[in-house]
């Protein structure tokens, strides 16, 4: 596995190691302790999610302000804008946001760990995504935040105004929003 670092260092991009001849391709796509080991990512997985989105739909951006979850994200069908904001009050990179083009052709995996908030626009004309959690979906504690919030400034790739549900479309500001210690 190839770990790479983004801007904000405790985001990072997974490469697995991709093995392929004229059958196909094999990976290992969760390795406890391949990602204990490269990355660094001990806490426990809890829940498996899987979404299927149509072209233009804008999941997030999402967070657990209790509960909080790390997210291990990856697409096995089609292609994402994968965008994690940092909610974390005490960081250095407070406010800022970091993106990568999940696909499943490169294979990449994003990890976002808690205290960032996560969301995904489909760039394909669908797009399946898998993604681990470190602790279980508690409505009552999930929160979102603006996709389109000009204090955060995410610059997403899409000319046309995004699908998003009722949820998204009532995101808070980041200076209104609940945020992380």
Do not use: C
């Not at 509960?67 to 069908?77: M, P, S």
């Amino acid at each position: 596995m190839n770990v790479i670092q983004t801007a904000i260092p405790e985001v990072l991009l997974l490469e697995p190691r991709v093995f392929g001849d004229d059958r196909g391709f094999f990976f290992e796509s969760y390795n406890q302790r391949a990602l204990g080991e490269r990355a660094g990512i001990t806490a426990p997985f809890v829940q498996d999610n899987h979404s299927r989105s149509g072209r233009n739909v804008l999941r997030g951006l999402h967070y657990q302000i209790e509960h909080a979850q790390g997210k291990l994200v990856r697409v096995i069908a089609g292609a994402i804008f994968d965008v994690a904001v940092d909610l974390r009050r005490s960081s250095s990179t407070f406010g800022k946001w970091v993106s990568a083009e999940l696909s499943a052709a490169n294979r990449q995996m994003a990890w976002i760990p808690v205290g960032f908030a996560h969301g995904f626009l489909t760039l394909s004309d669908y797009a399946e995504v898998l993604y681990k959690t470190t602790d279980f979906w508690a409505p009552e504690h999930e929160r979102t935040l603006a996709w389109d919030d000009p204090d955060v400034g995410v610059a997403w790739p899409i000319a046309d105004p995004p699908v998003l549900s009722d949820k998204d479309r009532r995101g808070a500001r980041l200076t209104e929003a609940p945020l992380f210690a």
